[in-house]
């Protein structure tokens, strides 16, 4: 009825485990494990699973995710609670890993950027390691299957947690799911492409790979001297002129298109497939990892830009369309519904040759439909118009200025 096909040698493989949705990071933390559900009732409502393999995931292994991250806070990592964190806080190899107090901190931090306060972007919550060992097993699994020719397209909505560095997490990130996956893929890959559609940099990952050119990092954020409130867009980093680290062989390869807020689709279009197309073309990856945080949408808790689903899903199928190995996650996205809208779309784009789902979505056979049901949640639209709620920043002189600069940057 809605047009679900399973395109005869194509793979796509779908990686999640439902205990991820049951987590919380606190009250009011924007960062809500809900979303997921939603996501998933959305992807059931309209049979997507008929056209895809589904994989339940499974946690991935400490010494996994010790191939990048330090192992004092792997292992503080897998023993965290809000049980256990006072503790482990005593424990004098952990104690060495608290940061420097800073003037106009609102919250106490403990070890690796971690916080018991409820105000703190990484919280320490229940069932907290059991999550992030899970999001990451998921995207492992998913990076297993392209490495292994067994899926053409993988895809881990739990996943695309950029920010988490080396020791330390930040930003609502705390294993980075997606520098483990690349450097897995490099076992098989000459050369890896990441690309981050996050309204926010995606600093975790360009930083892990700031000296391997073989990794090519390119990223889309909002980007500018202060945002509407007077304070600098998180992380403040990824201006135009940041492209790896100067002076090392890394230099070159790794890409920033700062944006300013309010921008539309035909603009956020434009500089998308402008400067993806470019980089496709002079790095020439052997495979893509895509980071789809759906904060750059319209309306989102914490985003900044005015674009609308479809244009959020014409990047998966532009990139989607080089036919090359691509693993396709998650990330941010505050407006849990909206959310769950443009995931369900990209899976749809991902297992459906660039078709889209009807706009009606199937009420009567999502498992809570009022989700979805009356004016205040979309009246039942799969692609309800964003009002534009951002003054739009981005002069098109602006933008052009910026695309010639990093053709420029990639004749090197
Ligand atoms: N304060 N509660 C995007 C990561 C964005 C740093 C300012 C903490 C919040 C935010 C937390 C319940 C991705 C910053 C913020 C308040 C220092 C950020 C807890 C509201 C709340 O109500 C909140 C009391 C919290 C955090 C808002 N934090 C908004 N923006 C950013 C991090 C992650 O989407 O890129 C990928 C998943 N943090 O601006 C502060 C500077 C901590
Ligand atoms: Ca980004
Ligand atoms: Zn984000």
């Not at 999640?16 to 992807?43: A, C, I, Q």
């Not at 490495?147 to 330390?168: F, M, P, V, Y």
């Not at 039942?380 to 009002?387: A, E, I, R």
């Amino acid at each position: 009825e809605y047009g679900i096909t399973r395109p005869k040698g194509h793979k796509v493989s779908f990686h999640y485990n439902s205990t991820v949705e049951d987590m919380h990071f606190g009250k009011t933390h924007p960062m809500k494990p809900w979303r997921l559900t939603l996501t998933k009732h959305l992807v059931l409502g309209y049979g997507l699973q008929y056209a895809m393999d589904t994989y339940e995931a499974v946690a991935a292994g400490i010494d996994q995710v010790r191939t990048f991250h330090d192992p004092d806070y792997v292992e503080f990592l897998s023993q965290v609670s809000p049980q256990t964190f006072d503790k482990l806080c005593q424990v004098p190899r952990f104690r060495n890993h608290v940061p420097a107090k800073h003037e106009g901190d609102s919250v106490d931090l403990g070890p690796f950027n971690l916080s018991t306060s409820p105000g703190a972007d990484c919280p320490v919550f229940d069932g907290m390691s059991k999550y992030l060992f899970l999001y990451t097993g998921a995207t492992l699994a998913a990076t297993n299957q392209l490495t292994t020719n067994q899926s053409d397209i993988a895809i881990n909505w739990s996943g695309g947690l950029h920010h988490a560095h080396k020791s330390e997490a930040s930003g609502f990130c705390y294993i980075n799911d997606i520098v483990l996956s690349i450097i897995d893929m490099l076992r098989i890959y000459p050369r890896v492409l990441y690309i981050d559609i996050d309204v926010h940099h995606g600093d975790g990952v360009e930083e892990a790979f700031q000296r391997q050119p073989r990794v090519m990092t390119l990223s889309y954020h909002r980007y500018g001297p202060y945002d509407d409130t007077g304070h600098k867009f998180f992380p403040g980093t990824g201006d135009l002129s940041d492209v790896g680290l100067k002076g090392t062989v890394g230099e070159h390869f790794a890409l920033n298109v700062p944006i300013g807020s309010g921008i539309d689709d035909r603009q956020y279009r434009y500089l998308f497939e402008s400067v993806t197309g470019k980089a496709i073309d002079a790095f020439k990856p052997s495979a893509i990892v895509l980071q789809c945080g759906a904060d750059s949408l319209g309306g989102d808790r914490l985003g900044q830009f005015n674009i609308n689903i479809k244009q959020h899903g014409e990047c998966v199928n532009f990139v989607k369309k080089t036919g090359l190995p691509l693993l396709i996650l998650g990330g941010g996205g505050y407006t849990a519904r909206n959310v769950a809208r443009a995931w369900c779309h990209e899976t749809a784009l991902a297992t459906n040759n660039g078709a889209h789902l009807s706009d009606k979505i199937p009420l009567d056979l999502v498992p809570r439909p009022e989700a979805f049901m009356g004016r205040a949640h979309g009246d039942g639209q799969l692609f309800p118009k964003f009002q534009k709620d951002h003054r739009n920043e981005c002069v098109e002189s602006d933008l052009e200025m910026k695309v010639k600069k990093l053709d420029e940057e990639l004749k090197y």
